[in-house]
């Protein structure tokens, strides 16, 4: 019994010894996992901020591209300026002398004048680009809009030195003006690219003072060339690009990845009026290189005149004329008499295909290719006729409002169609319909004289039948030498005009 109890003793003095080791080993685990938590941590935060690892071939290339964007911003800041310009316009206000007095009772005179003349400031903003130096004096390029109707011109640095400026001389149809400062400072001249050379996927850089924040510089790529259209029927084919351009970039420079300009820029394509979305537009350099020297030496530019009016023309209208499927250029609807076309042997229904050897790709293009010729110059026009190729020699002519607006000259001054079956649908017309469809008469020409009215159908042509373009305009070519009339029907009635004599 008395054996018993002292094991029993010593079991219980085991147990307690193993309960105590666990509970400290409880306690040493509990508090070493607290200890050692926060280097954990650390730990993991420095693995956090570790630099990503980047194969070193692609890191090499991502800076040399970032160098080359800063090279190029070094590079052309400097000749961007910030044009700010002020207009001052006067209005009539009504003027009260006294108040509430005036008011109420008028003035104290009694002239009736109650009216006075005060003059409002407005401010603009643009952007340019110093292309020429003449010792104290540098020039300026920018676009006709920032500077229009300006009585006050200032020019302001990328550095933040501000001069004040004059108008050299403007030009609406390509939106180009040029201004001018002097300074005894030195500021670099920027380099002018070939805008020829620009392909769709370039680099593209503009570089500016959009919304006021100066020397701005973003970045794209050349998203289209040749693009038409623009504000105020301007003439030029535009580079599109995917860069950030907003108000105040108009009249700033688009480089190239070599720090050259290609283009001035412009514009903006919006659906809602707001800032850029990706649709920017600016002149192709080459489109204003010519234009440098003529501001500078009589402070407006001279353009080519062909004397033709030219009308766009869908398939059905190629295909009526002979012209080869997929073929581009500019359809010469009609022709001025007396005119550089007329001499050289251009007839109305010529579709122009290319100019000294250069395709056309549209209307607006070749409007820009005549343009961009010296009065004087011999150009080589070639075109489709009667469905053959030919070619033509012109002597180029200085174009002026005057002469390109003479409508008593545009010849013959009606613009016809074939009779297809979607407009026969479309005008309603019977399906057994003759002739070709008057669809416009040019005011003061000899189709408008003779009384040609829209909606008529021409028959014939000096008593020659017509029917189709090819006859129409062989005709024209080869009988109206003096004398032109035509046969038509109006309505239910067949009549004939009388004869316009040339």
């Known amino acids: 019994m008395e054996l018993m109890k002292k094991l029993s003793s010593k079991n219980i003095f085991v147990f307690s010894l193993v309960l105590i080791g666990v509970l400290f080993g409880f306690l040493l685990a509990f508090f070493s996992f607290s200890y050692w938590k926060p280097n954990m941590n650390i730990t993991a935060q420095a693995e956090e901020n570790r630099p990503a690892v980047i194969p070193a071939d692609a890191l090499s290339v991502a800076e040399g591209l970032q160098n080359a964007f800063r090279s190029v911003s070094d590079k052309v800041l400097p000749s961007v300026v910030e044009i700010n310009t002020v207009s001052v316009t006067k209005r009539q206000t009504p003027r009260f ?6 008011f109420f009772f008028g003035p104290e005179n009694d002239n009736g004048d109650s009216s006075e003349e005060r003059e409002y400031r407005s401010q603009g903003l643009g952007s340019g680009i110093i ?57 670099p001249i920027a380099v ?14 503009a570089v500016g003072n959009p919304l006021g924040y100066m020397s701005s510089v973003t970045m794209g790529i050349v998203s289209a060339v040749g693009r038409s259209g623009g504000p105020a029927n301007n003439i030029n084919d535009f580079i599109q690009t ?25 514009w903006i394509a919006t659906s809602n009026g707001a800032g850029s979305m990706g649709l920017g537009f600016a002149i192709p350099i080459n489109n204003v290189k010519r234009s440098i020297d003529e501001f500078i030496s009589k402070g407006a530019i001279s353009y080519g005149w062909l004397g033709v009016s030219l009308t766009n023309a869908d398939k059905e209208l190629l295909k009526a004329l002979g012209v080869p499927e997929g073929q581009r250029g500019a359809f010469a609807s009609q022709v001025f008499l007396d005119s550089p076309a007329d001499k050289g042997g251009i007839r109305a229904g010529d579709f122009i295909t290319a100019v000294n050897g250069k395709d056309v790709r549209d209307t607006n293009h070749l409007t820009l290719m005549v343009g961009d010729l010296k009065p004087g110059d011999k150009a080589e026009f070639a075109l489709f006729r009667d469905g053959a190729a030919r070619k033509f020699t012109v002597t180029i002519e200085e174009r002026t409002n005057d002469v390109a607006s003479d409508n008593k000259k545009l010849w013959p001054g009606v613009y016809v169609l074939p009779i297809t079956t979607e407009l026969s649908d479309a005008l309603k017309l019977d399906k057994n ?8 008469v040019y005011t003061q020409t000899p189709a408008s004289v003779i009384g040609l009215q829209r909606g008529d159908r021409i028959l014939a042509v000096n008593d020659k039948p017509v029917n189709d373009l090819t006859s129409f305009y062989k005709i024209l070519r080869e009988e109206t030498g003096k004398e032109l009339w035509f046969s038509f029907i109006r309505g239910e009635a067949t009549l004939e005009s009388p004869k316009f004599k040339r």
Do not use: C
């Not at 319909?433 to 416009?440: D, E």
């Open 433 to 440: 319909a003759r002739g070709l469809y008057v669809a416009q």
């Open 131 to 187: 292309v020429r130096q003449d010792k104290e004096l540098y020039y300026v390029l920018t676009n006709n809009h920032v500077i229009d109707g300006a009585t006050e011109i200032f020019v302001v640095m990328s550095a933040g030195k501000e001069y004040p400026a004059v108008l050299v001389g403007k030009d609406e149809r390509k939106d180009i003006a040029m201004i001018s400062f002097k300074t005894t400072d030195s500021w």
């Open 192 to 205: 002018l690219g070939d805008s020829e050379s620009v392909k769709v996927g370039d680099w593209a850089i």
């Open 242 to 266: 995917d860069a950030s351009i907003n108000q105040g970039n108009s009249g700033g420079a688009l480089v190239n990845i070599r720090g050259e300009v290609i283009g001035i820029n412009t």
């Open 97 to 102: 002398n006294g108040i509430p007095w005036d």
